[in-house]
């Protein structure tokens, strides 16, 4: 039998693992910005070099993201796995491809699988995207209508996958609803919304999927054009 002697935990592995700890405790928000490297490591109790290399490895964690010339900034509260990494990295339009298919079967099994509880959540969230008076507003109320969608889906892996992508989804909306939509569409858009819920209310899984299709069709072919 081998057995791997222990090992001290580094300077560096405490200085990450405080600074894991103050992020996850709200010490600094997601958005916000570290202290520059001087006041980390007086804060920490090491010195510089160890500071750079803790908050280099929770960058590489997806916890910190750097801009140059700016600062370091909060990406997340705890690290990011391998499946985040990736949907981050990912082009928009694939990210907003595998929406789809979530969400159109996420309409289907809302259909026949809702309670009364869950068509309250629905007609509530779909009056907060009407009231939606910002673009950044309107990005919160539409996934909030869209997570309670899957959530009335009653399936516990499907809402697992969503929220998973739920970062991922943020931003692509965050692109989308900077688009350029004529009048027309926009109403389109917002009618769609109203029949996927009463769609759902009405337990018409086919009208559901239907209404999903018209939500996204119109992004997605915008964002299959080529840039000019």
């Given at each position: 039998m081998t057995v791997r002697a222990v090992?001290?935990?580094?300077?560096?592995?405490?200085?990450?693992?405080?600074?894991?700890?103050?992020?996850?405790?709200?010490?600094?928000?997601?958005?916000?910005?570290?202290?520059?490297?001087?006041?980390?490591?007086?804060?920490?109790?090491?010195?510089?070099?160890?500071?750079?290399?803790?908050?280099?490895?929770?960058?590489?964690?997806?916890?910190?993201?750097?801009?140059?010339?700016?600062?370091?900034?909060?990406?997340?509260?705890?690290?990011?796995?391998?499946?985040?990494?990736?949907?981050?990295?990912?082009?928009?339009?694939?990210?907003?491809?595998?929406?789809?298919?979530?969400?159109?079967?996420?309409?289907?099994?809302?259909?026949?699988?809702?309670?009364?509880?869950?068509?309250?959540?629905?007609?509530?969230?779909?009056?907060?995207?009407?009231?939606?008076?910002?673009?950044?507003?309107?990005?919160?109320?539409?996934?909030?209508?869209?997570r309670a969608v899957v959530a009335a889906?009653?399936?516990?892996?499907?809402?697992?996958?969503?929220?998973?992508?739920?970062?991922?989804?943020?931003?692509?909306?965050?692109?989308?609803?900077?688009?350029?939509?004529?009048?027309?569409?926009?109403?389109?858009?917002?009618?769609?919304?109203?029949?996927?819920?009463?769609?759902?209310?009405?337990?018409?899984?086919?009208?559901?999927?239907q209404a999903t299709r018209r939500n996204?069709?119109?992004?997605?072919?915008?964002?299959?054009?080529?840039?000019?």
């Amino acid at each position: 039998m081998t057995v791997r002697a222990v090992r001290r935990t580094s300077l560096v592995d405490a200085a990450t693992a405080e600074l894991r700890r103050l992020i996850g405790e709200g010490e600094w928000p997601v958005g916000s910005k570290l202290p520059n490297e001087i006041e980390l490591s007086r804060m920490l109790g090491v010195g510089r070099s160890t500071a750079r290399e803790a908050v280099r490895a929770l960058i590489s964690a997806g916890q910190l993201h750097s801009h140059q010339g700016s600062g370091t900034y909060v990406a997340s509260t705890t690290p990011l796995s391998d499946l985040d990494r990736k949907l981050r990295r990912a082009a928009v339009i694939d990210v907003y491809e595998v929406r789809v298919a979530l969400e159109v079967e996420a309409g289907r099994l809302a259909a026949t699988r809702r309670t009364a509880d869950d068509v309250s959540a629905l007609r509530a969230a779909l009056a907060a995207r009407d009231r939606a008076g910002s673009p950044s507003a309107l990005v919160d109320a539409d996934i909030a209508l869209h997570r309670a969608v899957v959530a009335a889906s009653h399936n516990p892996v499907l809402t697992d996958v969503f929220d998973s992508f739920l970062d991922a989804i943020r931003a692509v909306a965050a692109n989308v609803v900077t688009l350029d939509t004529p009048r027309e569409r926009a109403d389109e858009i917002h009618q769609a919304h109203h029949d996927l819920v009463a769609a759902i209310e009405a337990g018409d899984a086919g009208a559901a999927a239907q209404a999903t299709r018209r939500n996204v069709e119109h992004t997605l072919s915008q964002l299959r054009e080529p840039a000019p």
